[in-house]
């Protein structure tokens, strides 16, 4: 008969395995007569039966499986309760979550030479920690796929219809997602008319930036479905620097270890037990913020290069808290001397003067950005040239223009006018029509001639306009030389 599988024995793995949401338990025992009450034979296999229901719901669902066991020389076994029906066990246990009161019997019977004998039976008790832990599936990865639990029995699940819809799903997803992004990188980079052109026209007349669009595609798809959190681990500069980048003074996400850890350190949760007149700590060792951590780091460690502070493990615990009726925030935002001296957080100086600059700098930004202008232009005199003094006193300079063109728009029809001398002239050399192609440059060489006698010196700063349908773009300024001073 069985002898071992009290109570709690049973119970407790039912904890453990849920918070890994990975069901089934251990189940062990000794067999010492068979089901007749005859003494054990020879035989070494048996047929253990499974029934867990609920004794307050008949109707409620029920589980069942049946293991054959081989019993070593002792008459020992022992099985693991859901591993022979992995998804009706995790149904059953999901429909547990819902009912904290329910009354939960296990029968274990053993079935041999035809005859039956009910060997053990256990009444389970639901512990609001392990379905408080199942509940936070919600904060892990979530989708087609379900929580973590789901996700990793369907990895171990064989290939059936179910799991190739969900694959097929998640990857069209992923590949779809990839490709829209990709699509907005290269906007940002090549502008996104270059990119409707490339959507719109032949790919042939396009081959580069086509290719461009589905590497990008397939270099998302790779980090999304595969690299993952190693981008933020490996690839990102973020996480190398943030350990010299910080201080005890640093906001951060972190976990109070002098909460946490108590007098007497962390422990599991029980039921009705004021932890903090036993001095222990108010982390009841859940794992919770190990398990959505997308880093896979324990912050309770410590903060660790691999943090990317997503806060998931403070929503994780926070919940916790709340389950177990103590006050949220054992991780949150603090920085080590808050945790430390036990201050709640503080506006000091450092941040005031650090939000000063960076509204500083916002506002530079926004200004620049007000104030940029669509055309850049610079006048530059042509080297080893000075002045030529021309009939009716009219002197010239030369100069090689740049104009750059910011937009991602042809701007056609440009002008120059000589904003400083109104009698003075800048005259084209070699064209007489200004197209400036969307983010190009243009060169070019112009006269720019004015009487002497509106000079005031011999090397003057004239202003230089730059026009597209009578309205000024942009203004540039240049200097102009002539004999003025001999005269
Ligand atoms: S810190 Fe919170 S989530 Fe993490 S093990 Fe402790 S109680 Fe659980
Ligand atoms: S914030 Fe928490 S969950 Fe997120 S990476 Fe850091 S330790 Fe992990």
Redo the contacts with the bound molecule.
Sequence with gaps: MITNSDAQKVIRPICDEAVNWDYGFNYSGFIIQEANGSPLSQVQSRLIQIFISDSNDPNATTFSETHRITLDRTGYFNIEIGSVRTRNFSEFVDSMNSKENAEYVMEVSLNSNGNSVIIGSKKLLTVPYALVSNALGGLGKQGKEGNQGAQKRLAKQKWDTEKIKKRVFKHSLYILISFIISNVFLAYIISSNTLIKIIKEPVNQHVGGFISIWIFTGLFYFIFSWFR?QV?IIACPYGRLQGVLLDNKSII?AYDYIRGEGKNGKSKFRKNENRKEIGKGACIDCNQ?VE????????RNG??L?????????D?CDFIMQKTQQPKGL?RYASEENIEKNKPFEFTFRIKAYTTILAVLIVVLISLLTIRTSVQVNFFRVPGELYQLQENNIVSNVYTYKLVNKTSKDIDSLSFQLNSHQQGKIKLVGTSHLLLKAQDIYQGTVFIQIPLSKLKNSNETIKIGVFKNGKKITTTSTHFLSPKNKW
């Design positions: 959190e933020c996400v913020c959505v951590c997308p880093t896979g780091i324990d912050i903060t660790q691999e943090c990317i502070n997503c806060t998931a493990c403070m994780a991780i």
